[in-house]
């Protein structure tokens, strides 16, 4: 869990500020204020090092935040257990700098994610179909990343940190990558995209209807540990299936 939990909690902000007029505290079960990147520049949260005792009484509180996640119903050990939700594309708030360098990177081009959070997980697609990928297809495809990022060959790296990455996302044609932290960022900025799936999780409860989703079956695992299900699933996208929806959205 991370970024794009964060990422997903700015639409729970949005609406509890839309309702109530108030700025929103986004704390821990523990009642601490939280904070990330993807808050950067958001007027509807508010601050932590900003608040004082006095003024949490005129915040409303969202709770968000590990151990209390709207799409995590339970965890053992070995598995998650997910429910649905009523998600919705949250917002990132870049500024004139962020928007401006990222379009200098990727105005016209394709983001292009192969890694997950963990390299070759039940939420990975092979990386070598990746590669082939990106050599059956002649357009600007950028990757982005930290340094060690494990890169595509021919394609446009470009270190990152996050809110740099917002930039270069904001401005790209399209975003192709597995469930995670960047297809969040995508429905949050606009920006088309498709997405993988693993029998890990499913759209219902980490996906937007605006996206295109490819999904190779009806189970859900939420397996904690390596899974060959959630890897079959996987492998059960084709390249050929991952290119054409590429093209597809390219000529909209």
Request: aromatic share 8%; proline share 4%.
């Amino acid at each position: 869990m991370g970024l794009g939990d964060w990422i997903m909690a700015t639409a729970q902000v949005r609406e509890l500020n839309e309702r109530t007029g108030k700025k929103v505290a986004v704390i821990d079960r523990m009642g601490r204020l939280r904070w990330s990147d993807a808050f950067d520049n958001n007027p509807r949260i508010a601050k932590p090092h900003e608040v004082t005792p006095r003024e949490m009484v005129n915040l409303v509180r969202l709770v968000n935040a590990g151990g209390s996640r709207p799409y995590i119903r339970s965890k053992t050990d070995k598995r998650w257990f997910w429910q649905t939700w009523n998600i919705q594309p949250g917002e990132l708030y870049l500024t004139h700098e962020e928007h401006a360098q990222g379009a200098v990177i990727s105005a016209g081009a394709v983001v292009i994610e192969p890694n997950t959070k963990a390299l070759d997980g039940n939420k990975a697609w092979p990386f070598e179909r990746w590669q082939e990928l990106v050599c059956s297809l002649d357009v600007h495809w950028v990757q982005i990343g930290v340094p060690d990022t494990r890169r595509l060959q021919g394609v446009r790296f470009v270190p990152t940190t996050v809110r740099q990455a917002f930039g270069v996302l904001a401005s790209a044609r399209l975003f192709v990558g597995a469930e995670g932290a960047l297809h969040h960022a995508a429905a949050a900025l606009g920006t088309r995209a498709i997405v993988l799936w693993s029998e890990f999780i499913a759209p219902a409860y980490t996906g937007y209807a605006s996206q295109r989703n490819i999904r190779k079956t009806t189970a859900v695992c939420g397996s904690r540990m390596p899974c060959a299900s959630c890897k079959a699933s996987m492998d059960a996208i084709t390249i050929e299936e991952v290119r054409s929806a590429i093209m597809e959205e390219l000529n909209k």
